[in-house]
């Protein structure tokens, strides 16, 4: 198969520039004293050199999709290839389509979300890596505007801290790791909370490693997942709190914004 770059320098058509292509054509013929109708000025020997001169001009692909009816005449093979030539145009593929191109795209994507790590002997915040999103959603505003959306629902956003055990008997934490969530939660997501579907938050101290995962699902509701066997106490609590959140989502129509609640409630952040 050629590609596009040598039908292109080749001065073939292809689908997508066929207004280029036909001025060129229409040069060609004038070099060589034919017309599109040539019948009326030479008979069938003129025809067939027409004929010819298209087809030559045409790249494979598009030329594979005509059908003998369609080149027995020139006038009517550039009408049919005007139309077989015409640039796609991907919004003009059916809204349900669109969206598992989407699916299919993003699969299942992971979305790292590191807070800033104060340097060694520095008071100061090192600057932390922005999560990068698919370049698809650069496309056009109205791309990103469709698909974005989707994206959230698609992607398990993991939220890592490295420092002092998050739940203590005092429950006090970090303030750097409490501005890094709201913030996170408030800027980066705002406009697209709703369309959350997993979140976790995964904490690294001295002694060990934690992660929690709560997901949403549109038949199960509020599910929660640990990274390691809580105690008793522990675990009942958190039970207890996944059912209360539900009940609140049900009760107030929420969606992905329960899940950030998860964990502002709990840790009061």
């Not at 292809?14 to 070099?31: A, C, H, S």
């Amino acid at each position: 198969m050629a590609h596009l770059g040598a039908l292109t320098r080749g001065g073939l058509l292809y689908q997508g520039n066929y207004e280029g292509w036909k001025v060129r054509m229409d040069g060609m013929l004038e070099v060589h004293g034919l017309t599109l109708n040539p019948a009326a000025a030479g008979g069938y020997t003129l025809l067939r050199r027409v004929r010819r001169m298209i087809t030559d001009q045409i790249g494979p692909e598009l030329y594979d999709r005509l059908s003998f009816t369609d080149t027995w005449r020139p006038v009517a093979m550039l009408r049919v290839l005007a139309t077989l030539a015409r640039p796609f145009q991907f919004n003009d593929l059916p809204s349900e389509l669109r969206s598992r191109i989407y699916g299919r795209h993003f699969g299942h994507w992971v979305c790292h979300v590191h807070p800033p790590v104060p340097a060694a002997g520095s008071k100061t915040s090192t600057p932390h890596k922005v999560p990068r999103f698919p370049a698809l959603l650069l496309v056009s505003r109205s791309v990103c505007e469709e698909a974005l959306p989707l994206l959230y629902r698609s992607t398990e956003f993991r939220l890592h801290w490295e420092g002092p055990h998050l739940v203590g008997l005092a429950n006090k934490h970090d303030p750097e790791l409490v501005s890094a969530i709201r913030t996170w939660a408030r800027v980066s997501v705002v406009q697209n909370v709703k369309h959350l579907r997993r979140l976790s938050v995964r904490y690294d101290h001295s002694a060990n490693q934690e992660e929690y995962t709560v997901t949403l699902d549109s038949s199960k509701g509020l599910q929660a997942r640990y990274s390691r066997l809580l105690s008793l106490t522990r675990e009942v609590a958190w039970a207890s709190h996944i059912a209360g959140m539900e009940e609140n989502r049900q009760a107030l129509g929420l969606q992905g914004e329960v899940l950030v609640l998860v964990f502002t409630t709990k840790w009061d952040l």
